[in-house]
């Protein structure tokens, strides 16, 4: 299968790339590599796939091949670059296509809301259409836990009603996940949304609670506790999340199986076992062998109470249910965190 990966330089992404490549699917990554935050982290993730030992131009057709998987290749493509994209379709005659590119972040988007609209609506708009003009097989595409906003039952379940995002950067996920639908009726292109919950684990983001805290408690510098520490999140390990996509990718949505004879489907994948933050940063305190020196301070205007996956649909239909429990993502998180392959320890 020639699977192409959006977002590739990233957390979820290269984590995908890598496991897709070792089974031996042939790979186009791509990725803008921009500067949300420290780029060392994806220069190094991108290494892991064999990409990249010197400088990665700014020339959107420029290959780099991989060292390590001979069935790998990067582009450093923007979503946003309508013309790059086309071009790219047009050329590689994609199997599926996997767009994990997007502006992460929650509280990120309260500040700086117009980074959504660049690569979560613009960008999402040029990939479905590049699968519209050049027909591919499946369309997988990353939506997120936050789209369940400030709905009250729990477990979240994908037949929940979901109107009310509290951040822009739910509402764009939303606006996918609402596009995708709209595609795959119109122009019959199976589309699977995927609703990550709290993703951690080795090469994790550092705008996220995970490594902030990793980050702090072994510097020894104080954290910030979000609304007193009352907050309850489904934290879930990094290869459950790719092996669940994977799973998921595999498994093509037909048109008798779904709503409205639509190929079009929404899965969670989570853990299923909301931990409370305090539990967690005891976790991290414990695997570090430090204290941390917690600041309470309230809730953050974006942030939500709870989240907790209902993963009933993930594991009847496709047959997957994450397996790491959080200690032991916590030990692996931290094993990593304390490497050599750290860039930012
Ligand atoms: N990590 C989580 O907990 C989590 C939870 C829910 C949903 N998600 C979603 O999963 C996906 C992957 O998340 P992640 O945690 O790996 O984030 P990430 O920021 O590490 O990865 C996203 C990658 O996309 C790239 N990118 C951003 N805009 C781009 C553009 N216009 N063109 C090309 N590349 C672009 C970035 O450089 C980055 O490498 C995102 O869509 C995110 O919204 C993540």
């Known amino acids: 299968m020639k ?3 959006t977002g590739a330089a990233g957390f979820i992404g290269s984590k995908i790339s890598y496991l897709l490549a070792e089974r031996g699917d042939d790979i186009v990554a791509i990725d803008n590599i921009n500067d949300y935050y420290d780029v060392r982290l994806k220069y190094g993730r991108l290494r892991e796939l064999g990409i990249g030992e010197g400088y990665i131009c700014l020339e959107w057709n420029k290959e780099y091949n991989s060292t390590k998987f001979k069935n790998l290749k990067f582009l450093r493509i923007g979503i946003d670059n309508h013309d790059a994209l086309s071009n790219l379709f047009a ?5 599926k296509v996997i767009n994990l590119a997007a502006q992460a972040g929650v509280r990120y988007s309260i500040a700086n809301p117009y980074a ?9 708009l040029n990939i479905i259409e590049c699968c519209r003009n050049y027909p ?7 939506s997120s836990s936050s789209v369940y906003g400030m709905n009250k039952k729990v477990p979240f379940s994908e037949e929940d009603v979901v109107q009310t995002p509290v951040s822009l950067y739910a509402a764009s996920k939303k606006s996918n996940e609402l596009m995708a639908h709209c595609y795959s009726k119109l122009y019959g292109i199976p589309c699977t949304g995927v609703r990550y919950f709290t993703v951690y684990g080795p090469w994790g983001r550092p705008d996220m609670a995970p490594m902030v805290f990793a980050k702090a ?3 020894e510098n104080s954290i910030s506790v979000f609304n007193n520490g009352d907050m309850i999140r489904d934290f879930t390990y990094i ?3 790719a092996n ?3 799973k998921i990718l595999d498994n093509i949505p037909i048109n008798n199986d779904c709503a409205n004879g639509v190929p079009y489907r929404i899965y969670n994948i989570g853990c299923s076992n909301p931990v409370k933050l305090m539990d967690f940063i005891n976790e991290i305190e414990i695997a570090v062998g430090k204290k941390a020196k917690k600041i309470f301070k309230p809730m953050q205007p974006g942030d939500v109470y709870m989240t907790y996956a209902d993963t009933t649909k993930l594991q009847t239909e496709i047959g997957y249910k994450p397996n790491i429990d959080l200690h032991e993502g916590i030990n692996k998180f ?8 750290n860039p930012l320890k």
Do not use: C, Q
């Open 3 to 5: 699977i192409l990966v």
């Open 91 to 95: 050329k590689e005659h994609f199997d």
């Open 116 to 124: 959504y609209m660049t690569s979560n609506l613009d960008g999402f």
């Open 136 to 142: 591919i097989k499946h369309f997988l595409f990353a």
């Open 217 to 219: 408690i072994t510097n």
């Open 239 to 241: 290869d459950d999340i």
């Open 244 to 246: 669940g996509s994977i």
């Open 334 to 341: 931290i094993e990593w965190y304390k490497s050599d392959k």
